[in-house]
């Protein structure tokens, strides 16, 4: 039988404790899996640029190209030196190689978990990848930002008709996984008229191709303010890069915090499993980081590859932990380190 070929990339900060964590539960459910599972391991970041000169090697890019799927750490890449000394942002570089158009980040409510509001919530942030303001990603050549004088910098936003229909197929595919089966657009077409327009016509032709699928549009301010008052009445957002990635994170907060926020970012040939958080260097090697989102975002790879028992299973066992203080990390108002959680998660899914 083929196995299943992940490529573990470990990162910056608090990368390597919470991908040994995420290792330690995904060998946990191994038996669960329909095929066997070989995991590789790949640096980037720091350690790769004093190995290579580049924090993201192309042999690293080829092995990510290569493999089923990957499990990809935080990087510190705020911290890393100039492009033109080999400090790329690898998670960029990544999403722009392997056409990762989606990030695909749930948000729910945990039992036992404290959060700031106590209306539930259960909703999923299909968010653009590889478009919008992000100057990594967003062009062929060259940046999306310059300065044509001292003191004025501008931004270049791109958005596409297939970037934009794309992503609506994606939301709607996920939305018509779901009970409710309703995908919310959140746009700002009302200033943004020609790019949010362009957006919302690709959108609004898609929804026509799911008919058991409620639709609606939402304006990205109002949406921000609904989703703290009652974000009961979203399930699927589906936005453009930057709004994504900022109500994602509220969303999430919303849910208890970033620790808790899994997120997948997937192409038409492979995806990566992506912590929602950043690399957090000030607390790395204190055994004290919270693995949830690596373990929850490594539980959405397994699913899209195929394996949902297993995920079902680590996600449920992640579920039984949080909702004892007794079992919940020091973040979430428990008593537990990193390694103490995981073998609390890994004790819950019935392994030694």
Known sequence: MTPLRLLRIDGDGIGPEIMVATVAVLDAVASRMARPMEITKAEIGFPALAASGSTIPEDVIAQARDADGVLLGPVSHNAYPPKEEG?????????????????IRPAKSWPGVPRPVTAPLDLVVVRENLEGFYADRNLHQGPGEFMPVPGVAMAFRKITEAGSRRIA???????RQRPKKHVTAVHKANVMRLSDGLFLDCVREVAKRFPD?????????????LLVRDPGQFDVIVTTNMFGDILSDLVSELSGGLGLAGSLNRGADTAAAQAQHGSAPGIAGMDCANPVSLILSAAMLLRHLGEAQAAEAIESAIASCLASPDTRTSDLGGTLGTRAFTHAVVTALGAP
């Open 213 to 225: 699928v409620t639709y609606d549009e939402v304006l990205v301010d109002a949406a921000a303010a």
């Open 169 to 175: 197929e994606a939301a709607f595919e996920i939305a």
């Open 87 to 103: 400090g790329l942002n690898p998670s960029g570089v990544l999403r722009a190689k392997l056409e990762l158009f989606a990030n």
